[in-house]
Structure formats: C-alpha cells, structure tokens
C-alpha cells in the first residue's frame, strides 16, 4: 500500500500534457491524493499557457504525440524560455520502439516513461529523475 504522507511528493507543483483523458486523469489523482498541485492540459499549447498558473513548477509530464503542438515542440518552446529552461520534462509516452528513449534524451527530456505505466513505478522513475537533476 503507498504511503499518502510522502511531504516530498506534497511540495511538488505538476503539470501532465496528454491528449488521452486517463492518461491525464489517472496520475493527476493518484498524485493529489498524495497532496501535490497537478494541472493538465490536452496538447502543447494548452500545457505552455498551464505552465504559467504554476508559481514554481517541480516537473511536466509531457506526451509527444498530441494534435495542435506536440511534445517535442512544446519541449522546444519551453528549452527556450529562460523560465522554464532548467524545469525537468519526462516524455510519457507509448513510443516504445528502439530508440525512442534515446532520441527524447537527445532531444532534452530529462527522463522517459513509457505507457501504459504502473503507479508505483511512475513515482519511482519521477523521484529517481529528479533526484538526477538536484544531485
């Protein structure tokens, strides 16, 4: 059983960019059950103007494959603004093909989550990554 009490996971500020309602919906609960601020949005340029309702964003969740802006442009927008250049972004994707991981790296994601993902496993992967980042 998760522990809800996790004060790491209560401070952190989210934002998950996907154009699929579970995909959106199922960790936005699961993480504001553990107390954090989650807002989502449904593509790219939904997520840009989220962004900024966030006083001190801790990470975005962010799909590639989305209509309007994509993943990988909204990551290049966001690599751009001295805001939001250092902000960690994990790909959260079903491109699992090789290569794939590779390629969001190269390109500037932090970290890569393939879906469907288990829960548990997506927090370990987050706190695993950003760890990397403040490490």
Known sequence: MPDFHDSQIASWQILIVDDEPDNLHVPMQLFQTYGATVLIAEDGERGLQALDRLSSPTFVLLDLSMPVMDGWEMLKRLR????????PVIALT??????DAEKALQAGFDG???????????????????SQEIG
């Open 80 to 87: 751009a603004d001295d805001r939001y250049r250092d902000l």
């Open 112 to 130: 890569y989550v393939t879906k469907p993902f288990i829960l548990q496993n997506l927090i370990d992967d987050i706190k695993a990554i950003l």
């Open 94 to 99: 079903a491109h699992a093909m090789v290569g």
